[in-house]
């Protein structure tokens, strides 16, 4: 099995349900925020971006919700399926000119039931 | 484009061995970083480059070395292994610094 997993919160959710992941961010100047998936045995996946002049921004089944008062960063997927199941993070990033400081999120599983 | 490739998929080194893990990308990103995955805590940089001949390091640097000679290849060089070395290692590549990370699908190194 994945060793990674262990000690995660994890969010159980049924089938065509619709799933909202959280992350607290921790650097209020940070301007670019992500979402990960990560299955097991593989790398992280990209599933969508936010930058901070933004507070939505939807794609395929995918919507992230920014909240730059309170730090929070949030991912929802509509109708929620079995291939949904996974690892979830997020990472902020502070851009400086061509530099950057990215912070990773330590993630959220995602269990869907049938 | 095949992205992100890093070989081997899975190592076993006994203490004090030394080993490359190699780490290639075939979309010309001039950002490269390697980052360990352990259990309950968020990826974390060990060294990272910006470009051909720039190395830097990162949050964890002790224990391992990097080069970028060019711009596809970042190996990563593990001088003398510790059982706390043994980790999930991922490579990830980007085209600038405010862009998406493209990550490998990982080394997983167990040191005895």
């Known amino acids: 099995g994945e060793s990674v997993g262990l000690h995660l919160p994890t969010l159980s959710v049924q089938e065509g349900d619709n799933s909202i992941i959280n992350c607290a961010y921790s650097n209020s100047a940070s301007d670019y925020f992500i979402w990960y998936k990560q299955e097991s045995g593989k790398g992280p996946q990209f599933i969508i971006d936010?930058?901070?002049?933004?507070d939505k921004r939807q794609g395929q089944r995918v919507t992230v919700l920014l909240n730059k008062t309170v730090k929070h960063l949030s991912l929802q997927i509509a109708a929620t399926q079995p291939g949904d199941s996974a690892v979830y993070f997020c990472?902020?990033?502070?851009?400086?000119?061509?530099?950057?400081?990215?912070?990773f999120g330590t993630g959220t599983r995602l269990q869907v039931t049938l | 484009n095949a992205g992100v490739t890093q070989t081997p998929k899975f190592q076993v080194l006994k203490t004090g061995q030394s080993m490359t893990l190699q780490c290639a990308q075939d979309?010309?990103?001039?950002?490269m970083s390697w980052y360990r995955q352990d259990p309950g805590m968020g990826l974390r940089l060990i060294h990272y480059?910006?470009?051909?001949?720039?190395?830097d390091q990162g949050e964890v640097p002790n224990g391992y070395n990097v080069s970028r000679s060019t711009t596809e290849d970042f190996p990563l060089r593990l001088l003398s292994a510790a059982p706390s070395q043994t980790s999930v290692y991922f490579c990830?590549?980007?085209?600038?610094?405010?862009?998406?990370?493209?990550f490998g699908n990982g080394t997983r190194l167990t040191v005895t």
């Open positions: 990830a590549s980007r085209p600038r610094a405010a862009s998406p990370l493209h």
């Open positions: 979309m010309n990103h001039e950002y």
């Open positions: 480059s910006v470009g051909a001949g720039i190395t």
């Open positions: 990472a902020e990033i502070l851009t400086s000119g061509t530099a950057s400081k990215l912070t």
């Open positions: 936010i930058r901070s002049n933004m």
